[in-house]
């Protein structure tokens, strides 16, 4: 109460300096920074060609909800809740929604998205453009390469190795991207980064793409933990 009284007669004090002219324009001011603060800050659109034409919709208020503790940038998986008060938006951020701005931070809808015939579920995540046409997010392994080393362990150690792999396969996070939008079935395919993308990423910038080969496993190669301080610094990120 003392901060919110010492800010009122601030406030009292330079309307008592200026001029009525002066009022009206400063007031104008004030309402449109808040204006600004409380509604241009979270907006959504419903497809990819929408992002890439900048075609958003404004929404008021846009409550974002994660169970990890971590504020890291780069926390992956579809880890985030997004929701807002009015139950229409709700059901468009649930079901309708491709992509969400909160602030300067983009969450993506993993609802649709696609690797390999595999969905990553529902949630968001978030990412980040890249290149000219893509945007990229982290999450786990999905797809055959999961699948392959979660019955190897399983063969070799029994169920409890199965239960094991899958665990690492949470904490293994790998990026994915997205270049294009929703097939006919309303799915967005996205690619997983490889050493085959890498190679087209990085291909023009030798000594990146000799960082990236100095790790021999290509498990661990490919991690998002290897890959996204390569990318960074071949300024492929905007």
Known sequence: MVKYDVFSKIFLYICSQISMDMKKIFFTFIMTVICSTV????????????FMEDRWQQVDTIYCKSHQKSRQVWIGGNDYT???DDKAVNKILKKEAFAVML?????VNCRNLRYEKTRFGGGYTRARRIGERSLLFVNKMI???AQNNQVAVGFFFGAVGGVISASNNVKKQVCYVISDGANSKGHIVVRMIDDNLMNQMIGTFPDLYKEYYAEGKTSKRILATHVIPILEKAGLFM
């Open 39 to 50: 509604c241009g800050q979270c907006r959504y659109c419903t497809t990819y060609e929408d």
């Open 103 to 107: 602030d300067d931070t983009l969450y």
């Open 143 to 145: 797809g055959r390469e």
């Open 82 to 84: 997004l929701s807002s």
